[in-house]
């Protein structure tokens, strides 16, 4: 999946791997997370396998190593659209460490997840304001970037929903508030 991600942002623009991280996770975070790790090596079997070249350029009298530059070739641009082409490999999979956790928070301390969980709020509310604010800016790139990113702010309005209203329920359950209806639901999944 990193593969065509790169190569469909080289379609944009030429970048540097830095450029690419970082775009990756600021405005396509809620579709994949990714880490260093994988960009660089991705980078070098594109270049390989001639789906794209790289230009080193000097970093006007900077110290340093030069900085790549990568820009997709013709046979890139082939594989890209075979890529599009093809049906989706899996249907949609949400990994979120912090939802792993989570679903264990019953065995812990039950103020210290509405800690963890204010913090999630305030996290995804900084998003949702950067996404807002870049909304118009992506409007600007095409009607699947902007599809695209509403879907992001979508899910991240969504999220600080369910986020508060976990909030509330766990608040609840710890000052004794809740039913024995409730109780019973959370053994039955439980178990």
Known sequence: MIKYAILGLLHYTDMHGY????????????????????????LK?????????????????????????????????????????????????????FLMRF??????????????????????????KRRRKNLKKWGKSGIYVRLIAELGTNLNEMFITWLKHSKEEILKDISGDTSTEMKTEDRRIAG
């Open 45 to 97: 079997k594109l270049y390989e396998d001639g789906l794209i070249s790289m230009t080193e350029m000097n970093q006007n009298g900077e110290k340093g190593p030069t900085r790549k530059l990568y820009s997709i070739t013709i046979k890139g641009k082939e594989e890209f659209t075979r890529w599009l082409e093809d049906s989706p490999e899996k249907p949609m999979l949400l990994r979120d460490p």
């Open 103 to 128: 679903v264990f928070y019953g065995f812990g301390d039950k103020n210290r997840s509405v800690e963890i969980i204010d913090n999630q709020i305030k996290r995804y509310e900084n998003d949702l």
């Open 19 to 42: 450029r690419i991280k970082e775009h990756i996770e600021q405005n396509f975070g809620h579709m994949w997370s990714i880490n260093y790790g994988q960009i660089y090596p991705n």
